[in-house]
């Protein structure tokens, strides 16, 4: 149904918490997987079918990785997904947790995108790109470094998207809200109470799951988006679409 049958999709950051739910969601819409993670990564159970082992933050990797990927044929779909962060507020920040952070945030990101484009610019029924940011891109949830990287992404999308549109290739963004991954294990520690806390400013009322980023991702990434190029799309439980504290107070 989703036209993804057969397609050729790499995923990045393919073990973490939402990278397993895109590997899952994918599989089952048939895709053939091409699955990204840093050097070590035991993919497990996981439906993939190939996978690369580099670390994106190096680019010499990154441009390896790519020609390796395309040996074996023009992705499809590349999915960004790795991502992280620590640095919580401007004073969090060193110079090297800047730097790391704009590196994997952004950089690496943009730089296998670059690197994957003129194989998929070739790709005779198109070719999309969905980056993976988050609500911090659109309004100041806290950890600058990232926020300003993942803000970097809908730029480069908007780049994708109106440059490349004409040689058959979409580009676009979705950006989640808070979503229960590994990514909140720190946070949990700190703060055992804090998802409680932070689910009540979702107008769903709960953070979102990583299928439903998933499900948002292939979605996008298919052919029944054909229409949809250079926007990103929040998948946040109405986070950024209100300030629920505000409306209660006045309520
Ligand atoms: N969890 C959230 O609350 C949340 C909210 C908004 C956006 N996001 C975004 O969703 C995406 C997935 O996050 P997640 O919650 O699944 O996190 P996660 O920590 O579970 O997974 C992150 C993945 O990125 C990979 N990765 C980290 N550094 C890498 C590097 N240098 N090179 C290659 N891969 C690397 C990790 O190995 C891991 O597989 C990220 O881009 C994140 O910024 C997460």
Known sequence: MFGLEGKRVVITGASGGVGMALVGRFAELGAV???CDV????????PVDRYHLFDITDRDAVETAARAI?????????????????AETMAQLTTERFDHEMDLNFRG???LSRALLPAM????????????SSVNAL??????????????????????AAEEGVNGIRANVVAPGSIRTAAWDHRIERDPAILERVSSFF???????????ANAVAFVASPLASGITGVTIPVDGGLSSSHLPFVREIA
């Open 33 to 35: 997987v091409v699955a």
């Open 39 to 46: 050097p070590g990564t035991d993919f497990g159970a996981l």
């Open 70 to 86: 395309c040996e074996d044929g023009a992705p499809d779909v590349m999915v960004s997904n790795a991502g992280w962060t620590r």
């Open 109 to 111: 990101a943009a730089d």
């Open 121 to 132: 610019r070739a790709n005779p029924s198109g070719a999309s790109f969905v980056f993976v």
């Open 139 to 160: 309004a100041h949830y806290g950890n600058p470094a990232y926020a300003a990287a993942k803000a970097g992404l809908g730029a480069w999308a908007r780049a994708l």
């Open 203 to 213: 107008p769903i009322g709960r953070m979102v799951a990583p299928g439903e980023v």
